[in-house]
């Protein structure tokens, strides 16, 4: 079981939705939380409500989308509080458009912030938990990393490399036989605003998710050193649609309502999402 009070919890996108969330609940389990996110004013309000409540906060603008800003960030990071002992890999961005619609550059921040970002977070503070021992990587994927959705392309493009980052990982990391630990999170819809205005044809199989409680289980999958953590549970029966033929398994994600879930998308409102 991992650890919480007295460590350094690092999580990007920690400024609003689930990535502030999971900060006030490790925050009130004692752990030392630094939250990286692009939002200024966002990080001044988190870093304030989390001291406010007696937690113990740092705040750094990060674009995790920018390669040298994560590994210049890392180092301000490690200067200021030696070794991240779980890092959240969790920001995260959605177009919520139709591929066509997509411009090139909404593509590439997809992949940048959902997937490559966790490359450079990783080699940023993989080497001292090596070193150290122990340490914890969590990855926030997605439902929409198991199941292709429509116009959800570029996003489930990104998720789908994300789950498979953390599975090779994994291997790896046993392979090395080092003492750390990995958590993927696949999730459907969460009610932060991300993906709002999206719909649920049977909410009792597939429910549009309560934030506080995806952020409850997410630090629970933490504490217990949980490898995987799918929400709801309908979400594991993806991995059975595999065995179905095309046609079968396409007929049953429209009948679930999968690929009309977007045809009302709105997004965060004003937001670049």
């Known amino acids: 079981m991992?650890?919480?009070?007295?460590?350094?919890?690092l999580i990007t996108g920690g400024a609003s939705g689930i990535g502030l969330l999971m900060a006030q609940k490790l925050a009130g389990l004692g752990a030392k939380v630094i939250i990286w996110d692009i939002d200024d004013a966002g990080?001044?309000?988190?870093?304030?409500?989390?001291?406010?409540?007696?937690?113990?906060?740092?705040?750094?603008?990060?674009?995790?989308?920018?390669?040298?800003?994560v590994y210049s960030v890392a180092e301000a990071v490690k200067a200021d509080f030696g070794k991240v002992d779980i890092l959240v890999n969790n920001a995260?961005?959605?177009?919520?458009?139709?591929?066509?619609?997509?411009?090139?550059?909404?593509?590439?921040?997809?992949?940048?912030?959902?997937?490559?970002?966790?490359?450079?977070?990783?080699?940023?503070f993989l080497p001292e938990m090596v070193r150290a021992g122990n340490g914890h990587i969590v990855t926030i994927s997605s439902a929409a990393g198991l199941i292709g959705v429509s116009r959800l392309v570029d996003y489930c493009?990104?998720?789908?490399?994300?789950?498979?980052f953390d599975e090779a990982l994994r291997m790896e990391i046993k392979q090395e036989k080092w003492n750390i630990k990995t958590t993927v999170v696949c999730?459907?819809?969460?009610?932060t605003g991300m993906f709002e205005g999206t719909k649920t044809r049977f909410s009792w199989l597939l429910p549009i998710l309560d934030e506080h409680r995806v952020a409850d289980r997410i630090v629970n999958a933490i504490k217990k050193d949980k490898s995987r953590l799918l929400m709801p549970p309908m979400v594991y029966s993806i991995w059975l649609l595999r065995y179905l033929p095309t046609f079968a398994s396409d007929f049953i994600a429209n009948l679930l309502g999968i690929n009309s879930a977007m045809h009302t998308f709105k997004g965060r409102s004003g937001a670049d999402h």
């Open 2 to 9: 991992s650890q919480i009070n007295g460590r350094n919890v």
């Open 92 to 124: 995260g961005v959605v177009s919520g458009k139709s591929f066509l619609k997509c411009t090139d550059e909404q593509i590439e921040k997809s992949m940048t912030v959902n997937m490559l970002a966790h490359f450079w977070t990783v080699r940023a």
């Open 157 to 164: 493009t990104s998720k789908f490399a994300a789950f498979g």
């Open 43 to 69: 990080l001044e309000k988190a870093a304030a409500q989390l001291k406010a409540k007696g937690g113990s906060v740092a705040a750094y603008h990060c674009d995790v989308s920018i390669r040298a800003e």
């Open 187 to 191: 999730p459907y819809f969460i009610n």
